[in-house]
């Protein structure tokens, strides 16, 4: 099993910024690509950035250019960094690891964008 906790969310205007925190506990050898979703309320659960163990990352197009993701293997810890930040940012934000095939997911951490 792998354990994942969130921080880094909270409340911001817009234009602001904001970085969450992912670290991975338990059995977290063998992890593979690290990512964050989020999901906005009424809304489906939808992908941010994902990056995998080698390589490069991977975008939505809402985040290309505004968020950043980082990670540090040495500590399992995948990292979001999102600036200029829009109240349609307004979500729960999730961790999302693969590990050996199997995925797993944080408990999420709301991250509130006001006008």
């Known amino acids: 099993q792998v354990q994942l906790v969130e921080s880094g969310g909270g409340l911001v205007q817009a234009g602001g910024s904001l970085r969450l925190s992912c670290a991975a506990s338990g059995r977290n050898w063998g992890i593979n690509a690290m990512g964050w979703y989020r999901q906005a309320p009424g809304k489906q659960r939808e992908l941010v950035a994902v990056?995998?163990?080698?390589?490069?990352?991977n975008y939505a197009d809402s985040a290309k250019g505004r968020f950043t993701i980082s990670r540090d293997n040495a500590k399992n810890t995948v990292f979001l960094q999102m600036n200029s930040l829009k109240p349609e940012d307004t979500a729960v934000y999730y961790c999302?690891?693969?590990?050996?095939?199997?995925?797993?997911w944080g408990k999420g951490t709301l991250v509130t964008v006001s006008p």
């Open positions: 999302n690891v693969d590990r050996v095939g199997i995925t797993y």
């Open positions: 990056m995998p163990s080698v390589g490069n990352a």
